[in-house]
T-cell receptor, first 114, second 113 residues
Framework: DVKVTQSSRYLVKRTGEKVFLECVQD?????MFWYRQDPGLGLRLIYF???????EKGDIPEGYSVSREKKERFSLILESASTNQTSMYLC?????????????FGPGTRLTVT | DQQVKQNSPSLSVQEGRISILNCDYT??????FLWYKKYPAEGPTFLIS?????DKNEDGRFTVFLNKSAKHLSLHIVPSQPGDSAVYFC????????????FGKGTKLTVNP
C-alpha cells in the first residue's frame, strides 16, 4: 500500500526560526513535491524533485529551500519563518509520467508561525 | 494566470441527488486530467482521471466528462452521499510528460442528509 508520511501533523514556530518539514515515501518514487494549501488559493507548488539531489522551483519558491539526499526523503526548509508562511503543507510523490500522472499525498503539516 | 479554474467555491446538494463539479482550463496543451478529494486535516486522495483522448471515464458512482473543444471537464457523483462532503480539486498535466500537476482552487461539496 502506498505510503507518504510527514514528520509532524501540527507545528507551531516563532517568526525568524528555521523550520524543517520532513517527508518520507516508501514507494520508491522518483518524483517528490511540496505544496502549500491556503483557503481560496488551492494547492500551490513550492518545489519538486525528480531525482536525488535534483530540484526544481515551483510557483512560489520564495522563502523556501529543499533537500533531497535520499530517494525516499524530501525536506522543505523555511530559512526564516514568517507569519505569511502559516499554512497547510502537503508532500506528494509520483512515478515518472508516461505511466501515471497520479500523485500520492501525505497527511499534511499544519504550520503556524507566531 | 490561472490555468485551471474551478469557479464554484462551494456546492450543496441533497443526499441521493447528483453532484456536478465543474472545471475549466485555458491551456490546450493539457492532456491528462485528475480529480482529487480532500477531507479537512488530511492529504488529498486521488479519485478519478481522464486522458484527453477520451470524453468520459466512469468509476462506480463517479464519472468524469471531458469536452476538449470547450476546455471543460466535470465530475458527476451519483448518488451523492454525506461521506462525499469534502473539497474537490481538479488538476491537469501538460502534454509531453510534465511531472507537475496544475491544480484548481477547489470546490467544497456539502451533501446534506
Amino acid at each position: 500500500d502506498v505510503k507518504v508520511t510527514q514528520s509532524s501533523r501540527y507545528l507551531v514556530k516563532r517568526t525568524g526560526e528555521k523550520v524543517f518539514l520532513e517527508c518520507v515515501q516508501d514507494m520508491d518514487h522518483e518524483n517528490m513535491f511540496w505544496y502549500r494549501q491556503d483557503p481560496g488559493l488551492g494547492l500551490r507548488l513550492i518545489y519538486f524533485s525528480y531525482d536525488v539531489k535534483m530540484k526544481e522551483k515551483g510557483d512560489i519558491p520564495e522563502g523556501y529551500s529543499v533537500s533531497r539526499e535520499k530517494k525516499e526523503r524530501f525536506s522543505l526548509i523555511l530559512e526564516s519563518a514568517s507569519t505569511n508562511q502559516t499554512s497547510m503543507y502537503l508532500c506528494a510523490s509520483s512515478v515518472p509520467s508516461g505511466s501515471s500522472y497520479e500523485q500520492y499525498f501525505g497527511p499534511g503539516t499544519r504550520l503556524t508561525v507566531t | 494566470d490561472q490555468q485551471v479554474k474551478q469557479n464554484s467555491p462551494s456546492l450543496s446538494v441533497q443526499e441521493g441527488r447528483i453532484s456536478i463539479l465543474n472545471c475549466d482550463y485555458t491551456n490546450s496543451m493539457f492532456d491528462y486530467f485528475l480529480w482529487y478529494k480532500k477531507y479537512p486535516a488530511e492529504g488529498p486522495t486521488f479519485l478519478i482521471s481522464i486522458s484527453s483522448i477520451k470524453d468520459k471515464n466512469e468509476d462506480g458512482r463517479f464519472t468524469v466528462f471531458l469536452n476538449k473543444s470547450a476546455k471543460h471537464l466535470s465530475l458527476h457523483i451519483v448518488p451523492s452521499q454525506p461521506g462525499d462532503s469534502a473539497v474537490y480539486f481538479c488538476a491537469a498535466s501538460l502534454q509531453g510528460g510534465s511531472e507537475k500537476l496544475v491544480f484548481g482552487k477547489g470546490t467544497k461539496l456539502t451533501v446534506n442528509p
